[in-house]
């Protein structure tokens, strides 16, 4: 039940900073996103360790999907710095 509310809680504040993305003016706003998305990795990990059961899946395809939006939010974070 933690690991499903802390999935949901977490793509929440990914959609979230999605939605905030418009709004973007330079790379350090991405950064703090990409940051989040990191602490949110973490605490994915810490969840999934604490349980000890994934959730038929459902844990494991979260962190993966945590992962996709860590490198695409790390090459975000390279393009805008080389643009500015």
Do not use: C, P
């Amino acid at each position: 039940m933690k690991t499903i509310l802390i999935s949901a809680l977490t793509l929440g504040a990914f959609l979230s900073g999605a939605g905030f993305a418009a709004a973007v003016h330079d790379w350090h706003d991405l950064d703090e996103v990409h940051k989040h998305v990191l602490e949110a990795i973490h605490e994915m990990d810490r969840a999934r360790a604490a349980n000890h059961y994934d959730m038929a899946g459902h844990g494991g395809k979260a962190e993966e999907l945590l992962h996709q939006a860590e490198r695409e939010l790390h090459e975000a974070v390279e393009a805008a710095r080389a643009a500015g």
